[in-house]
């Protein structure tokens, strides 16, 4: 309940428009410990940089919903070209896309725009053996992210995208079960979005137990699973579980953020799992940087004092 107060408490601070524009003029220096820089080539660098640590990237183009046509088709051809750079670059190509930045509810020439340039994305991933998830939003689109996901599946094949269920909704079991036709590949998180108490579990001990429940069924329904999270005990757990049902390392892998317990990132690729790094890059850093600062209240002096001190 404190961590739910903590986050709508931030959350709410950094939606006003006057510390938006504090924090994006004097911030960029502090949001740089969870953002690989703002440009492609950056980025790619930062993936290199892990490998060497035996950790694999997921590539993020930050950017959110955009409200116009052209802004939408212009992102989704970003998303194309750091496919093409990433391939140049003898990097493989896995994305993560929020639908929203992509059109996702725009109709154009009577077909949502979400799930047109979606399927161009997939598309160029596919082209270059590569892997598409698209990240879940806030609960409003969730029924249309998996419905959009369900015909990309179908067209593409589960080996090249997957998406993502928030242990925080009580909708996510049923969702995850309606979902084993496809042996879907899922990435399981908490969620990381302020949410009303009707739909999202308030109390933090029930959002875990649920984190839980989702990683075992879907392994147990024999499905590849992302376990994205950097809490210890339910790693610990996952490794524990894992070890009891004679379920592979080859059958999930470990998710961490950019900038967020690298030594625990480090130390899983060590021991031999598969462990993947969510690096995000580009300009539009500030929502996905509000989330990182509203998950943890150290966080907040430590934005403080990197902008005192400039
Ligand atoms: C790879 C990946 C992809 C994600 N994709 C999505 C998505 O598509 N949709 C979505 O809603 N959410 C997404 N999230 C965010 C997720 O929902 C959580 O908000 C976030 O992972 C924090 O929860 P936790 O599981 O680490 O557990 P928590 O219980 O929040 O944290 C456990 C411990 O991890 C450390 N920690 C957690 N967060 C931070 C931080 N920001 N800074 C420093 N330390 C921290 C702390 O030590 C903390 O005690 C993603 C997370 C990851 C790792």
């Known amino acids: 309940m404190i961590d739910q107060l903590y986050r709508k408490a931030v959350l709410t601070v950094a939606g006003q428009k006057t510390i938006e524009h504090v924090v994006r003029s004097r911030g960029w220096g502090v ?16 993936v290199q940089e892990l490998r060497r640590d035996g950790i694999l990237g997921n590539l993020d183009l930050l950017g ?18 750091l496919l093409d750079e990433a391939h140049a670059a003898g990097v493989p190509g896995y ?6 930045s992509v059109g996702q509810g725009q109709t154009v020439a009577g077909a949502d725009l979400g799930l047109t340039n979606a399927r161009r994305i997939v598309g160029r991933a596919k082209q270059y053996g590569g892997f598409v998830c698209l990240d879940m939003e806030d609960h409003p689109r969730v029924d249309v992210t998996l419905s959009q996901f369900r015909t990309l599946v179908g067209e593409f094949g589960a080996a090249h995208v997957g998406t993502v269920l928030q242990s925080y909704l009580y909708r996510s079991e049923a969702d995850r079960a309606a979902l084993d036709d496809l042996h879907p590949n899922l990435r399981i998180v908490k969620g990381a979005y302020l949410e009303p108490e009707t739909v999202a579990m308030p109390d933090k001990a029930d959002v875990d137990a649920s984190y839980r429940r989702l990683v075992y069924a879907h392994l147990s329904a024999g499905n590849y699973v992302n376990v994205a999270t950097h809490d210890e005990s339910i790693i610990r757990d996952v490794q524990h579980y894992v070890l009891a049902h004679g379920i592979s390392k080859d059958a999930f892998e470990f998710q ?12 899983l690729a060590a021991e031999g799992y598969r462990v993947r790094a969510y690096i995000p ?9 509000s989330r990182r600062i509203a998950e943890r209240p150290a966080n907040v002096m430590f ?3 990197g902008m005192l001190r400039g």
Do not use: H
């Open 31 to 46: 949001a740089q410990r969870f953002v690989a820089g703002e440009s492609v080539q950056t980025a790619l660098g930062a």
């Open 256 to 267: 961490m953020l950019y900038g967020v317990r690298r030594d625990l990132q480090r130390q």
């Open 64 to 81: 959110e919903f955009v409200a116009s046509p052209d802004r939408a088709n212009e992102f989704a051809d970003k998303v194309l070209n």
């Open 281 to 289: 890059y580009g300009r539009d850093w500030y929502p996905y940087f």
């Open 95 to 100: 994305v993560s896309v929020k639908l929203s």
């Open 303 to 305: 934005v403080l004092r």
